[in-house]
């Protein structure tokens, strides 16, 4: 008997995905960072001719990946208005492995984002935002905002290290290569499910192995 798509959407609202890798180890580095992924609706065609309309939805996945070996450590789905720092605890809390320096971009720096980082007592790589001011004295962000000051943000993502957290973006567009950057079921919950399958998915792919590159002589 095959299953019909409403069989399939009613029962991926309640499977509960395991996409976490096993706990082990120091994590040395964590990349965060979020991306938008359609809800399936009409076609492109019908978009460009009419305009998009109002129930036309997106949906944010958050990610943070081990740079190490890109395995996906953190997952979370939220509504296209959540802020990425409000997810931030959602990610980190439930890890219970040592954590080195966790890079993220902009939309991280805020003061409660920096507070949860060291609680996990790990080093954080944010940028400051633009015209940014000092925080208390010894913040460990301040730095960071002096050398922007004197220096440009240019050198200080070179002096930092803020470059790896491209790797974040890598394993967003190896995501939605995956899944085509579309999710086809309409319940919220059922959506998270179909997500967090795919997310599985990379972290088994990844076991099987990843390209390396040689430089040419």
């Keep these: 008997m095959r299953p019909d798509y409403s069989g399939v959407s009613k029962r991926a609202r309640t499977v509960k995905v395991a996409y976490r890798p096993p706990s082990k180890g120091t994590i040395t580095d964590l990349v965060i960072d979020s991306t938008g992924l359609k809800v ?15 129930w036309r939805v997106w949906r944010k996945l958050h990610l943070a990946v081990d740079p190490a070996t890109h395995d996906i450590v953190a997952a979370e789905v939220s509504l ?17 492995r040592k954590l080195g ?6 939309a991280y720096d805020s003061k409660a984002s920096h507070q949860l980082i060291a609680r996990k007592r790990a080093a954080s790589c944010i940028p400051p935002r633009k015209n940014a001011g000092l925080w208390e004295k010894e913040h460990p962000r301040n730095e960071a905002v002096l ?21 974040a973006e890598t394993a967003m567009c190896r995501f939605k290569q995956l899944m085509v950057g ?19 998915a990379i972290n088994k792919l990844n076991t099987l192995g990843l390209p390396v590159r040689k430089p040419q002589v």
Aim: proline share 3%.
């Design 40 to 54: 399936f609706g009409k076609g492109e065609w019908k978009v460009r001719k009419h305009g998009a309309e109002k």
């Design 80 to 96: 296209e208005n959540v802020h990425d720092a409000e997810v931030l605890p959602t990610l980190l809390n439930p890890l219970r």
């Design 101 to 106: 320096t966790i890079y993220a971009d902009g």
């Design 147 to 167: 050398v922007i000051r004197k220096e440009g943000l240019a050198y200080w993502k070179k002096k930092s290290g803020y470059h790896c957290r491209s790797l």
């Design 182 to 200: 579309k999710i086809s079921l309409r319940n919220y919950n059922g959506q998270v499910g179909e997500v967090m399958a795919y997310v599985s």
